[in-house]
């Protein structure tokens, strides 16, 4: 059974820093490429940063400069740094393959509230 267990959420104030981490279990994440998804109250999800199996990184502008991902093939798991976090990075994270499974496979994510 596929599993995508995303921790490391909290509140932080602006300009403050977290590092989310993804376990996957049921796949081997060495053979696809990784993402960093989000969902803001009322929006769409969205892809905030990806890593391919050969480590080539892409962000969404709005994350570039300060979001890094990075993956552990051995460990099975996906990371993301968050530094100088604003409050429109409030939002449900998400890790998934780029492209996403489908619906059934996203995990409950881990929330992240940006706040003074």
């Known amino acids: 059974q596929v599993q995508f267990v995303e921790s490391g959420g909290g509140l932080v104030q602006p300009g403050g820093s977290l590092r989310l981490s993804c376990a996957a279990s049921g796949i081997m994440i060495r053979i696809y490429a990784m993402g960093w998804y989000r969902q803001a109250p009322g929006k769409q999800r969205e892809l905030v940063a990806s890593?391919?199996?050969?480590?080539?990184?892409k962000y969404a502008d709005s994350v570039k400069d300060r979001f890094t991902i990075s993956r552990d093939n051995e460990k099975n798991t996906v990371a993301l740094q968050m530094n100088s976090l604003k409050p429109e990075d409030t939002a449900a994270y998400y890790c998934?393959?780029?492209?996403?499974?489908?619906?059934?496979?996203w995990g409950k994510g881990t929330l992240v509230t940006v706040s003074s």
């Open positions: 890593i391919t199996t050969g480590g080539r990184t």
């Open positions: 998934n393959p780029n492209p996403p499974f489908g619906m059934d496979y």
